[in-house]
């Protein structure tokens, strides 16, 4: 995450801060790890970011979206997709996970964790309203495809888990 | 324009895009719920996947075409994609059979895809591989759980299966361009995939408690684009739009 921050421009963090991801509004796109660098090059700011899934509906959006926070603060700027190397939910920042969690998304557990969660069926993935890890997996497909979704048996509450994707 | 590598190009992706357009038939029609959502999202990652893949093949061509163009203005006999991916969904086993048998094949390919010396490809078979291995167990996974299910399920899978085997050695068939592509490097030679595709089917199957069809005579003829009679419905379907609005957007 370190290399990742280093590769935006101080004075375009504040900006792409405030863009968000539309399909998970209370993350900005950079604690999603979704901007791979932002620079100025004679008063023109290249983006580049990265998607998700290859299927997220949300890049095209998002792309726009920065282009209209950076016009707002008197910059002509352009996004680039890159593919390589390839996003994983390692780089969702700790401030991230934990803005998930608040919105009622359990946070991606580690490679290992999330195949037993989602194929031994573990109790071991968090409910995100009741805290309890008594949760069954109901499908491994949710409401996005980088989510699937879990029921807590105690509290009864039905809530989204993010995949872990490496 | 690199011709072989075009066709090569088209030849991965047809499959993406035929395979998530039958899968995108079942949007609002799954079984229930989960299988609906699920069959869907597969859908969207197999389109996304399909976009990187046409993007690349338009630059390659290096003319007008862009990724629309390619994706919904060729007549049926160039499109390239396996006769496996075209077989329709008659009822959900053979949708999760068919998803199955080529989610195996998909993961093995991508695998030994993010070894090629083309640049592009690589990073696109990096990506993708990472969303297959979540299809391959989800298709895995409802194997088992209707193979070794009611009698009803098992009847209904071993069906799918003696039905859809015919067209899993063409998976394994290589075009001309293939063998160019293979020869420089860029792609991967799929005979050396057939064995380890078969030993983890075969592994499923058992303990889904169903039989692994015995069968000598395999239909081909998809990689060169002579298709199955279902073909043609699926195609008309999926070009409409372009074709009655040319240039629409969305």
């Known amino acids: 995450m370190a290399i990742l921050e280093l590769n935006i421009d101080k ?3 504040p900006i792409l801060e405030k863009v968000s991801d539309p399909e998970i509004p209370v993350l900005s796109i950079l604690q999603m790890g979704v901007v791979r660098s932002a620079h100025l090059f004679d008063g023109k700011v290249i983006v580049k970011i990265t998607p998700t899934y290859s299927g997220c509906p949300a890049m095209d959006v998002i792309g ?4 209209k926070a950076m016009e707002e603060n008197g910059y002509k700027s352009k996004v680039e997709l890159v593919l390589s190397p390839a996003w994983t939910t390692d780089w969702i920042t700790e401030k991230g ?3 998930l969690a608040k919105y009622g998304i359990a946070p991606p557990l580690d490679a290992l964790a ?6 031994d069926n ?3 993935v968090k409910c995100t309203n009741c805290g309890s890890t008594n949760t069954i997996v109901v499908s491994q497909f949710g409401s996005t495809a980088c989510k699937a979704l879990f029921k807590c048996e105690d509290c009864k509450e039905p809530f989204d888990y993010f995949k872990c994707l490496k | 324009m690199n011709s072989s590598l075009y066709k090569y190009i088209l030849g991965v992706a047809d499959n993406c895009l035929i395979l998530g357009q039958r899968l995108g038939e079942l949007c609002g029609h799954g ?3 989960e299988t609906d959502i699920a069959c869907t999202n597969i859908s969207l990652d197999l389109f996304g996947q399909v976009r990187s893949y046409y993007q690349y ?12 163009d390619i994706a919904m203005l060729r007549p049926e006999r160039e499109y390239v994609n396996v006769l496996l991916v075209e077989q329709p969904n008659t009822d959900f086993a053979f949708t999760i059979v068919r998803q199955f048998l080529f989610d195996v094949y998909h993961y093995l390919f991508l695998n030994e895809l993010q070894k090629s010396k083309d640049e592009t490809l690589h990073a696109i078979a990096r990506k993708s591989s990472k969303e297959v291995s979540y299809h391959l167990r989800f298709s895995s996974d409802w194997i088992k759980r209707l193979g070794d299910g009611t009698e009803e399920s098992h009847n209904k899978m071993q069906n799918a299966f003696n039905e859809l085997w015919k067209y899993t050695d063409e998976l394994f068939h290589l075009t001309d361009a293939d063998l160019d592509m293979i020869s420089q490097g ?4 799929t005979r050396g995939l057939k064995g380890e595709y078969y030993s983890i089917i075969t592994e499923v199957i058992e303990e889904a408690k169903l039989k692994t069809p015995d069968l000598k005579y395999f239909q081909k003829g998809g990689k060169l684009g002579v298709h199955t009679e279902h073909f043609g419905y699926l195609l008309s379907e999926l070009q409409y739009m372009q074709r009655a609005y040319p240039k629409m957007q969305w």
């Open chain 2, 186 to 189: 860029i792609a991967v030679d």
């Open chain 1, 64 to 67: 726009e979206d920065i282009n």
């Open chain 2, 31 to 33: 079984p229930n719920l």
């Open chain 1, 114 to 119: 999330d195949k037993a969660a989602l194929l």
């Open chain 1, 122 to 124: 573990k109790k071991i």
């Open chain 1, 11 to 13: 004075r375009l963090k």
């Open chain 1, 97 to 99: 996970r934990n803005a």
């Open chain 2, 57 to 68: 093949a338009a630059k390659v061509a290096g003319d007008n075409r862009t990724e629309d």
